[in-house]
């Protein structure tokens, strides 16, 4: 299974920043270390376009993150202090998400190890999110296909509201997610199908919704492509999610999603999502843990 990673996916934080950079490079080695993946597997994928980019973004966005222009409120909604790898970082993500989008068709399931910066708008990145890797390269592939069909299951804590944004009338998109609704964003712009439940909601009524909603999605909307955000900032002592999962339930969670969604026969693209664990050792585990389950299912 190809695995796409980049050390451009990380940068230097200021000390005590509570964004996790680190959870990427630890998944990595953690994902080779221990077998789940072959070294060889991990691949870097290079930059993003600027045209790709441009499909989704505007021109004004990009340049003021190109060149470190962006009024101070806007660098405060989008979480992170510019530097000159800030856009770097977030074109290597997009370019991530491309390939793996790429490898799922090819060989069924593809993984991006970073990925699922669902807050980022066309003209404004949010909630730790600079650009909007999903809803790029969704836009690049109906470049060429556009009667594709493709379903976001979106099981982060937080709703993706600048994928629904973005994506709120196209058709051939179906925006699923089940997150908490009286948590991050304030502001939220509906989806195709929004799930929103009670905070600390815990495994048993989480995985009860899950399962009870998701099957009759996708036999509704008879997608061709399916992409994955498994967020694992659900977990129980995730210090932003607002859930109460357990690491027994992700297991679940991820193992349902996925083989559901591989049963028929779609390919399946994979990003990380939100994840911000009171033990930072913890975070790239539980990625680790949904990367794990689909290469289970990806076979020999």
């Not at 593809?110 to 790029?136: K, M, Q, S, W």
């Not at 991820?254 to 994979?270: E, G, I, K, V």
Request: charged share 25%; aromatic share 8%; net charge negative.
């Amino acid at each position: 299974m190809k695995c796409f990673y980049s050390d451009n996916y990380s940068f230097p934080l200021p000390e005590g920043h509570p964004f996790p950079m680190h959870k990427y490079e630890d998944a990595a080695k953690h994902l080779v270390a221990s077998n789940v993946i072959a070294a060889s597997d991990l691949i870097d994928a290079g930059l993003a376009e600027e045209a790709d980019i441009l499909r989704v973004h505007t021109p004004a966005y990009l340049s003021a993150i190109k060149n470190g222009t962006l009024p101070p409120q806007e660098t405060r909604r989008m979480g992170f202090p510019w530097s000159e790898r800030l856009y770097v970082r977030a074109r290597a993500a997009v370019a991530g998400t491309i390939a793996a989008i790429t490898a799922a068709r090819q060989d069924g399931i593809g993984c991006n190890l970073a990925g699922g910066t669902h807050h980022a708008f066309p003209d404004r990145g949010e909630g730790y999110c600079v650009l909007n890797d999903v809803a790029i390269a969704i836009r690049k592939l109906q470049a060429d296909e556009p009667d594709i069909r493709v379903i976001i299951v979106d099981l982060d804590a937080h709703q993706g509201n600048g994928t629904n944004f973005i994506l709120k009338e196209d058709t051939q998109v179906y925006c699923y997610s089940m997150h908490v609704g009286a948590n991050y964003p304030s502001r939220k712009f509906e989806g195709d199908e929004d799930i929103a439940l009670d905070r600390f909601v815990k495994g048993e009524e989480y995985l009860g919704r899950l399962k009870s909603t998701l099957p009759a999605t996708l036999q509704a909307f008879k997608p061709d492509l399916a992409i994955y955000l498994g967020g694992v900032d659900v977990h129980e002592d995730d210090r932003f999610g607002q859930m109460k999962l357990s690491t027994g339930d992700m297991h679940e969670r991820d193992r349902y999603t996925m083989s559901l969604l591989r049963s028929q026969n779609l390919p399946l693209a994979t990003v990380f999502g939100g994840g911000y664990n009171k033990d930072r050792a913890l975070t790239p585990l539980l990625h680790c843990q949904t990367v794990s389950l689909a290469a289970g299912l990806a076979g020999p």
